[in-house]
């Protein structure tokens, strides 16, 4: 056999140096931690493109549609969604922290950043159903019984036309598009939700797992990559919230 | 002891992370897709062995041609060279134990099969008709066969690919064995990569625009419908962008594998090395920019036509690249013509019509007379049946005797590998006669005085047939009968070949150390002489 390709025979020395959560395959616990991040910032580079194709969507109905796309963001409340905005930032700082007391092997600073991220991930969507309900209530639901008297007459919805009194009514063909508007924003914010809801399980299962004393025995490699989830996740907003719910305030 | 004896039962293959039992798992499901979708090919030839619509009813064709394409896209072609030769050797070519993610990789062939199963059982309770191309508003308000559960197939499958090519990327990033520097690397790796890129950061823009078309059917907002508002334009925007660069991830992989079989059976490095490794790169980039050839008569603005046109004829630039480097590299080598070499030359020979074809129809003024016609229906099965069948069935043959541990044996399959090269042109080739005559693609019934040339074709078709299901009897014949390999009997000199066949579980008995260039005949003669003398 070649010895330039050093196939020759040689014992397994080399193994019984690793620690115990490194899988068969890497040769060094660099190399694994290295190989698992780079995955995931690939697995989120998909998420973009996922999420891309919705932002595209978004942008060419709002240049053909632009009125109707105002009107309709009017519908949605700067309150909640700045208060949303809030909770999702808070969270990705006490998931940061973490990650860092993971890093630090602070066990109980762990499972508290961990709980304390979970309660304000469940806060958000908890802000989410306030919203969607409201939107239930208005009959702007895309697709169930969809009403556009809000558009066609704004008086007709005096707790909108105070806050924007100079609104004018719409035709009823742009207002009809309303509704698209209404789609992209429960496809996008559900979508988004969709993710917080997989990011809370997993945060359950983390913190269970904390509790037990993972994490904090110098592999951080899963909480890291959470992390990255998480913030991720975060940053969607980021880019919903002013798409969604600012940009047409002025 | 080898990873196929190491250990037993049913379980140890269900819940393996060994990225060799994947890909014989994948190996196994996509081989019984190609069938399934090889079926529905024949009924197609079937019923248009006649003018009129008589074997069936034209909405049942629909849902035959239909079905033909989902499954041979998205459960053969996509899946084919990565997911088993790609699974199976490019862990072994970088010199790893297994690749980075080995549980993401057993996620993806289960993955795999759920689209499968939803894919079958949409094909058993009434199947789709709306093309594998979804197209809108067609598949979101028109019609009312399983667009749902079709979509959610695909939109799994996806996923699988999804895992697959970011495995593949980790891999060929993280776990190379010291002194594997990138342009080390076999160009079987090289292929991988391109088509990993794609396939990352292309399928995921595939999966929102099934979503869209899903929520549209389910909620009926009118995102694609224009009587709504919507704009089918954008569906086809969205769909293309993968599906486009899809048909990338189905070549690239083919041609990494032609590029290993050209080197060894002539016994050369291959031509241009660099040049070929950065092609690859290059089809992967220009890929992503080409997508709206396919929207040239769907009223795209005269300057989007310009520009994809002129894109559209910049990609053929690396794939001739590579097809001259290939022909560069047999000159003044030493040919052989086992039955891999043979299916190389058939790729060859076939992908260069069916990539020149292509440039007629990125020609605009071309397309609009070419298109919807069984000129497109030839020119793309001369580059996946041709070309991507080809190098699958060459690269299958060429590294059975690794994966098995027994050789194939040799005069038959050299039959095989000509009578398929002799019912594919009896196949297709008349259908690029029919396409410039003007017969319509999608159609169960057709003008009394096309029907000599499909004749032809469907005759073709039956010897296609055969071919296909010879190897499938003589590889299954082989595994017991067949002549014990060795471990290198093409004296290639990969670090694949270096180990022993079937390898070990943990593909080296200890990491490689690499210190030569990829393709160096001259380094795998020097091996030979040291052992002869050691051994002397």
Known sequence: ?250 | MNYLTKENGLLSWLLTGDHKRIAILYLISISFFFFVGGSLAGLIRLELLTPQSDLMATDTYNKVFSMHGIIMVFFFLVPSVPATIGNFFIPMMVGAKDLALPKINLLSWYLYIAAGILALYTMASGGVDTGWTFTTPLSTHYVNTHVLTTGMAVFIAGFSSIFTGLNFIVTIHKMRAPGMTWFRLPLFVWAHYAASILMVLGTPVLAIAIVLVALERTVGIGVFDPTKGGDPLLFQHLFWFYSHPAVYIMILPGMGVISEVVSTFSRKRVFGYTAVAFSSVAIAVFGFFVWAHHMFIMGISNYAVLIFSLLTMLVAVPSAIKIFNWAFTLYKGSITFETPMLYAFGFMGLFTIGGMTGVFLGASGTDIHLTETYFIVAHFHFVMVGGMLMAFLSGIHFWWPKMTGRMYPEKISQLAAVVTFIGFNLTFFPQFILGTLGMPRRYASYPPEFQILNVFSTAGASVLGVGYLLPVLYLTWSLKYGEIAGNNPWQATGLEWQVQSPPLTENFPEIPIVDHEAYDYEWLENQKEKEVASVG
């Open chain 1, 1 to 250: 056999m070649s010895d330039s390709t050093a196939i020759a025979h040689g014992t397994a020395e080399a193994h019984h140096e690793h620690p115990p959560y490194q899988r068969h395959h890497f040769e060094t616990i660099a190399q694994q931690n290295d190989a698992t991040n780079f995955a995931m910032w690939l697995f989120l580079l998909t998420e973009i493109m996922f999420f891309g194709g919705l932002f595209t969507a978004y942008l060419i109905y709002r240049n053909w549609y632009y009125p109707a796309f105002v009107a309709a963001s009017h519908q949605l409340d700067i309150f909640w969604g700045s208060l949303n905005t809030l909770l999702l930032i808070t969270s990705s700082f006490t998931m940061a922290m973490g990650v860092w007391c993971a890093e630090l092997r602070k066990k109980s600073g762990l499972v508290l950043c961990l709980v304390l991220t979970f309660i304000l991930g469940l806060g958000f969507l908890g802000v989410k159903t306030v919203e969607y309900r409201e939107k239930w209530e208005k009959h702007h639901i895309p697709g169930l019984h969809y009403s556009v008297s809000s558009f066609v007459d704004p008086a007709s919805d005096p707790e909108v036309h105070d806050k924007y009194p100079k609104d004018q009514p719409l035709a009823l063909d742009m207002a009809r598009h309303t509704e698209l508007y209404f789609f992209l924003y429960f496809a996008m914010t559900g979508m988004h939700a969709v993710h917080m809801i997989i990011g809370i399980a997993i945060l359950a299962f983390m913190i269970a797992k904390a509790q037990a004393g993972a994490y904090t025995t110098g592999h951080v490699t899963f909480v890291e990559n959470f992390g990255l989830y998480w913030h991720f996740v975060d940053i969607v907003w980021i880019f919903l919230f002013p798409l969604l719910y600012l940009i047409s305030r002025h």
